[in-house]
């Protein structure tokens, strides 16, 4: 077992000796982020950007712990055990990366966009129910002024994303900030319809869920639980790679979240570790549903060339159509990423990437265990109708694996399973221990739009949300505002 109070452990789980995938150089101006070529969905600078959303960067510089060996036992003491006379277990040293995982965190902090809550609406008979659980799309009777800004804790090509305080409650929360001028000039407003319409549908322990959702005439705003713990990115960044323990962890509660999604006819197609959240004690939460796609079921196929290059299942990049197999694709990817601290077809050049995803013979390295290898040769097969989860039986294809054998479903589901590692953190809700230290430095400041950025008052229909079980929920919620004759109506 790991650390329970996120202090590093003795020996820390350095990378594979080497690259595990050689990385050529990367052409002039290819790579995550980079030129055209290297973009997939939505637009951005001479091209669309990897996965067109406003999210965190992920460079965290020399911020603070968690480090060393996650999920294996600390020499000399019980796992979780403070060190002889109470202190805390003295700090490890971090593992240095290899040339190729500093080459992918560099891609990933030039990327500017990929890690933060959008999405795709559900549509499924219990649609209705939850609507009245989790509240109608009424207007939440709020503007900025209702919350005061502590700290920026992500940025993206659409705004930023904020840690704020709700003055009147108190409550910390996670605040979305969006610029129309830029969703309507990249054509995003589609995706951020679904992001809003997943995030308030969705229930699920391992989903964050949206509290409050407003619009200005300049921004949209989207208020969501704060998770302290961080990007999964974030650890696996500090520490190399993480034992077989603390991914099968991770994995197995990734793969209830999808199981979730599928059911609701949700394809998520942006699985990668910017995009999993870990709270106080641990525990996963999916986030950024923006190149979501709802409605897609049975042999159902969509066509759409997105998400981000490390992760793209073959289907998509050939372009033939594809379902919801593609998220056991990158299931696979993570979990080796996991396991080994790259991707499996990694390579800084992203042509050469996508012809080793098409055609690559797929290697691990000896201490991956059989089992594992099992899963991952399972996940990553080309063939989605061969590839595990591909199926009718979706999810149960894969909690039936020997490798996920020590998980109790049931207890899982219900949060009753003790993760193997806990994030560090010294300040309660409020601590920002793991915010990238690029984040800490600026000013939490909701800059103004040019007034001529927008040239006609533009309305988001339906945009406006409070959640009942929300401080100040649904009784504080109000009409919509009616529309004025020069706004643009969205539909």
């Not at 790991?2 to 290819?30: D, E, F, T, W, Y």
């Not at 020399?62 to 060190?83: C, D, R």
């Not at 999808?258 to 609701?264: A, S």
């Not at 394809?267 to 106080?280: A, F």
Request: aromatic share 8%.
């Amino acid at each position: 077992m790991g650390n329970k109070n996120g202090q590093p452990l003795n020996g820390g789980v350095a990378p594979p000796s080497g690259a595990v995938h050689s990385s050529a150089a990367p052409a002039s101006g290819q790579g995550r982020g980079g030129a055209p070529d290297a973009a997939v969905g939505g637009a951005g600078t001479g091209g669309a950007p990897l996965a067109a959303c406003a999210t965190p960067l992920h460079n965290n510089g020399t911020g603070e712990p968690p480090n060393g060996n996650f999920g294996s036992s600390a020499s000399g003491g019980q796992p979780g055990q403070p060190a002889a006379g109470g202190a805390k277990p003295a700090a490890a040293a971090k593992p240095a990366m290899t040339p190729a995982q500093q080459q992918l965190a560099q891609q990933k902090a030039a990327e500017g966009c990929g890690g933060c809550l959008s999405g795709g609406p559900p549509v499924d008979p219990t649609a209705a129910r939850r609507r009245g659980r989790h509240g109608a799309n009424m207007g939440s009777g709020m503007t900025p002024d209702d919350f005061e800004l502590l700290q920026v804790v992500g940025k993206g090509s659409f705004g930023k994303v904020f840690q704020v305080r709700k003055k009147d409650t108190g409550k910390i929360y996670a605040m979305k900030v969006l610029k129309k001028e830029q969703l309507l000039k990249r054509k995003q407003v589609a995706h951020t319809q679904t992001e809003r319409k997943v995030l308030e549908e969705i229930d699920h322990p391992f989903i964050v869920s949206l509290r409050f959702a407003f619009q200005t005439h300049d921004k949209l705003y989207m208020v969501l639980d704060y998770f302290n713990g961080g990007e999964l990115f974030f650890h696996l960044k500090a520490n190399g790679r993480f034992s077989e323990e603390l991914a099968r962890f991770y994995a197995a509660e990734i793969v209830l979240a999808i199981e979730c999604l599928h059911e609701n006819t949700i394809v998520y197609r942006d699985l990668k570790p910017e995009n999993v959240l870990l709270d106080e004690e641990g525990h996963i939460r999916l986030t950024d549903f923006g190149l979501s796609k709802d409605s897609i079921s049975g042999n159902t196929l969509t066509h759409t060339f997105c998400g981000t290059p490390e992760y793209l299942a073959p289907e998509i990049i050939h372009g033939a159509g594809y379902n919801k197999a593609v998220d056991w694709w990158s299931l696979g990817t993570l979990l080796y990423e996991m396991l080994t601290g790259l991707p499996p077809f990694f390579n800084t050049n992203v042509h050469v990437m996508y012809e080793k995803i098409m055609r690559a013979t797929l290697a691990f390295p000896a201490y991956v265990s059989p089992e594992a290898q099992s899963l991952l040769t399972g996940l990553l097969q080309r063939n989605p109708q061969a590839r595990l989860g591909g199926g009718p039986r979706d999810a149960l294809d894969l909690k039936e694996h020997p490798f996920f054998a020590p998980i109790d479903w049931v207890k899982l589901t219900r949060k009753e399973v003790v993760p193997p590692f806990k994030p560090y953190t010294k300040d309660g809700v409020e601590d920002i221990s793991n915010v990238p230290d690029e984040f800490k430095k600026e000013a939490p400041k909701d800059t103004p739009v040019n007034p001529s950025a927008l040239k006609a008052r533009v309305n988001f229909p339906d945009f406006s949300y409070a959640a009942p079980d929300a401080a100040g929920g649904i009784a504080a919620a109000t009409a919509e505002q009616p529309h004025e004759e020069n706004h643009e109506i969205l539909g």
